[in-house]
């Protein structure tokens, strides 16, 4: 039935209801924001998300285009083209994107800045299914200036007789903001994996291999979960403070690019890494059990992997949950029941008084001996990971997973997860014993896996979701050595989870994140960002 006239439709990013004067066979449209970070010379990425339902006992619309507006936009120059996709599934980044049909590329016309434009489709498009989705990307100009913003919006579509759907509200919460480097290290589907998560990552110092940013990601196969699943662990390193990245190599796991195609009956997970001073690279992980299932005799395992050539290769793991099971627990209430080694990066000491501390590599662990509190200690090697030790008494009673950190002057400090306000301890011994835990009322929010970064003798560092859900990923400065953090930089308003954090060898700051903008389908972010976008 032909449209004679226009319909008016107010949508809402939760939810939509349809003015439906003609008979079109369109029933709702929704608008997701798309990415909130992209990168300078990115191609394709993703400016907004249209998801439209349809009557399938009515005849199919014809699409013709869409009108958008980028009102808001800092700079119009930064986007050097448009493109507009559509896909049968809500996803578009990564090996996906094989798999859509591009419908249209467009300029960005001088008159965007004071007014809305259309962009036509190259051949008329038939939504086919249910639910269809359409997508407006931008390519990123390589001379685009960092931290300007990006703000689009639909207004409505374009029909084949000429007609418009129009949008009153197609503009979702949030915009772009334009990084110096940002990379999508793994997106759902990437491999044959529905899921990534659980980022890990450290800068190499060792000489050969200076700079280099190594990186271990669950590749989770068919399910969000922790273990017992189908998880492999998987690496990818930059020598160019994240320009570029080597091909992903699985290290622990059976897949076909894993060196030893092998691993336990439920798979590997939770990477947590450290380099040592010889430059030798160990890898902690989890194995087999879920941790909450856990117990003595029916553990979670502890396994242990190792590069020797800045993360390239890497030697077969190999068990060592005895060492760390049977180990003395001072303050613990029962017999221990299950652990895991927090993942992210680990500590390598190298500020200590006592020299021979110098060089002993360190990791929280989450401990149970019951069904709960459960406790932090602190496994630690001092022949690179030949041995593991416990430290001598319990760092946090309620905690769950922590990053340790070494000060200038040799403390060591744990920042470890809590819903609310953040836990800290301090130990002056090297990790072997601890004071009285304490809180800090800047750092609250969700009971999230976070990171800390000493970046300076004067600067500190911090992650985490600045909200009660896992949303308005934060970081946070301070200048006085983490008593108080009055900076703060958001750099993902929107859904996302885990974070860890570096310093680049260019100084800038690499945060390498779970980004659920778009969906619980986390898409893997590596972003880099100057100091001053933090200090100001």
Not at 53 to 74: C, F, H, M, N, Y
Not at 400 to 421: F, N, P, Q, W, Y
Request: proline share 3%.
């Amino acid at each position: 039935m032909k449209i004679k006239s226009i319909l008016f439709l107010f949508s809402l990013l939760l939810g939509s209801s349809v003015v439906n004067a003609t008979n079109n066979g369109i029933t709702d449209i929704t608008v997701d924001q798309g990415f909130l970070t992209a990168g300078k010379g990115n191609k394709d990425h993703i400016l907004l998300r249209i998801n439209l339902k349809r009557d399938l006992q009515k005849e199919a619309p014809l699409l013709s285009g869409i009108k958008v507006s980028l009102d808001g936009t800092t700079d119009l120059g930064d986007i050097s083209s448009l493109k507009v996709y559509a896909t049968q599934t809500p996803f578009l980044n990564g090996d996906i994107k094989d798999y859509s049909i591009l419908l249209a590329e467009s300029s960005v016309p001088s008159s965007a800045k004071s007014e809305s434009f259309e962009i036509r489709f190259s051949s008329n498009y038939v939504p086919l299914k249910d639910v269809n989705y359409l997508w407006l990307t931008a390519d990123i100009s390589s001379g685009a200036n960092i931290g300007n913003q990006i703000d689009s919006s639909c207004e409505g579509l374009l029909f084949k007789d000429g007609t418009l759907m129009s949008l009153e509200s197609g503009n979702p919460k949030g915009t772009t903001c334009i990084y110096e480097i940002q990379t999508m290290l793994f997106n759902p589907w990437d491999s044959g994996s529905e899921f990534y998560r659980i980022p890990a990552m450290i800068v190499l110092g060792n000489k050969q291999y200076k700079g280099r940013i190594l990186t271990v990601t669950d590749r989770r196969y068919n399910s969000n979960d922790d273990l017992p699943n189908k998880i492999d662990l998987v690496a990818r390193y930059s020598d160019d403070n994240g320009v570029t990245w080597s091909d992903a190599k699985t290290i622990a796991g059976e897949y076909h690019d894993s060196i030893n195609n092998q691993g336990p009956d439920y798979g590997y997970g939770d990477a947590a890494i450290v380099e040592t001073p010889s430059g030798k690279i160990i890898c902690l992980m989890a194995a087999d059990r879920r941790y909450q299932r856990s117990t003595y005799d029916e553990r979670i395992r502890v396994y242990q992997t190792s590069s020797s050539d800045g993360g390239k290769t890497w030697e077969r793991p190999c068990e060592i949950s005895d060492m760390i099971y049977d180990a003395s627990y001072k303050d613990a209430s029962a017999k221990l029941q299950g652990l895991f080694v927090t993942s992210g990066k680990g500590l390598c000491l190298k500020h200590q008084k006592r020299k021979s501390a110098n060089g002993r590599i360190m990791f929280a662990m989450v401990c149970k001996f019951s069904d709960w509190p459960y406790y932090n200690y602190i496994i630690y090697s001092d022949d690179e990971g030949k041995t593991w030790n416990v430290s001598k008494n319990a760092v946090f009673k309620g905690g769950d997973e922590a990053k340790l950190v070494e000060e200038h002057d040799g403390t060591v400090i744990i920042s470890t997860r809590r819903s609310g306000e953040r836990g800290f301890n301090v130990s002056h011994d090297g990790g072997l014993t601890w004071g009285n835990g304490y809180t800090n009322k800047d750092l609250w929010g969700n009971s999230c896996n976070a990171d800390m970064l000493v970046y300076s003798e004067d600067i500190y560092l911090h992650t985490m979701p600045n909200a009660e859900d896992r949303r308005n990923l934060t970081i946070y400065a301070s200048k006085d050595k983490g008593k108080t953090w009055p900076y703060k930089y958001v750099f993902n308003s929107l859904p996302g989870a885990y974070s860890t954090i570096v310093k680049c060898e260019d100084g800038s700051i690499g945060i390498y994140y779970e980004d659920g903008t778009m969906s619980d389908h986390y898409s893997m972010n590596f972003i880099s960002m100057p100091l001053e976008w933090i200090l100001k």
